[in-house]
């Protein structure tokens, strides 16, 4: 069965330094999305892509994230200078809309990326 | 702005007996989709199920059902014959498409323990 894979799954960093996520979606999906999981706490929405573009972004997603799909199969979020409380599991998700009106179903989750800011 | 409400932080239930966890929603947007996910500790995100807004029936996966009441705006999940491997965090969630944008919303979760 098709997965969703993320890179590394645990990165720890020195804070101000940058990050890249990997993501591998499931390859014939179409849109894509980051969220992010602070530790205890629920899971919140960055962002989503589609069509080579961001379609929605979080009140979270500021001028310190940014995504791309740099080839056809990976999709990255960058965090450019990271701070202490950009520590937690950061999900990748995919999902192809298959709703007759539009709304999609399942997305499907990677395993995430434990991402710890020292 | 959408919002999704998870009122039981935590719940327990007898192994083989059937347990609601209840979810809330608020949006004026017409049309959406609304999910259950599993988040056991390993810490994946495992999606159980999805209703969409203008489906009529109740959608059901296996022991999953999902008790949709459109009115009450409530999606309630309903795990039949609990097992203890269904010991995990579940997430309510809401995916809306409007205007080419989507958004989506997770609640607070629910711990669930199933007891041998």
């Known amino acids: 069965e098709p997965e969703v894979t993320q890179t590394p799954s645990h990165q720890v960093t020195q804070m101000g330094q940058e990050v890249i996520l990997r993501c591998v979606p499931i390859?014939?999906?179409?849109?894509f999305y980051w969220y992010r999981q602070i530790l205890g706490q629920k899971v919140e929405f960055l962002v989503s892509?589609?069509?080579?573009?961001?379609?929605?972004k979080s009140e979270i997603f500021d001028d310190q994230f940014s995504v791309e799909r740099p080839d056809g199969s990976n999709f990255t979020l960058k965090i450019r200078s990271t701070k202490l409380e950009d520590s937690a599991m950061y999900f990748c998700?995919?999902?192809?809309?298959?709703?007759?009106?539009?709304?999609?179903?399942?997305?499907?989750f990677g395993p995430g990326t434990r991402l710890l800011v020292l | 702005a959408q919002k999704i409400t998870q009122t039981q932080p935590g719940m327990f239930v007898q192994e083989k007996e059937a347990v609601t966890l209840d979810c809330t929603y608020d949006?004026?947007?017409?049309?959406?989709?609304l999910f259950w996910y599993k988040q056991p500790s390993s810490g994946e995100m495992i999606f159980l199920i999805y209703?969409?807004?203008?489906?009529?029936q109740n959608a059901t996966e296996g022991r999953y059902s999902l008790n949709f009441q459109k009115a009450r705006k409530s999606a309630n999940l309903v795990i039949s014959a609990s097992q203890l491997g269904d010991s995990a965090m579940y997430f309510c969630?809401?995916?809306?498409?409007?205007?080419?944008?989507?958004?989506?919303?997770f609640g607070t979760g629910t711990k669930l323990q199933v007891i041998p």
């Open positions: 892509f589609y069509n080579n573009e961001i379609s929605e």
């Open positions: 998700a995919s999902s192809v809309p298959i709703d007759r009106r539009g709304v999609q179903e399942t997305q499907y």
């Open positions: 969630a809401m995916r809306v498409y409007s205007g080419g944008y989507q958004k989506v919303t």
């Open positions: 949006t004026s947007d017409q049309s959406y989709g």
């Open positions: 390859s014939n999906h179409l849109y």
């Open positions: 209703q969409g807004s203008y489906d009529e």
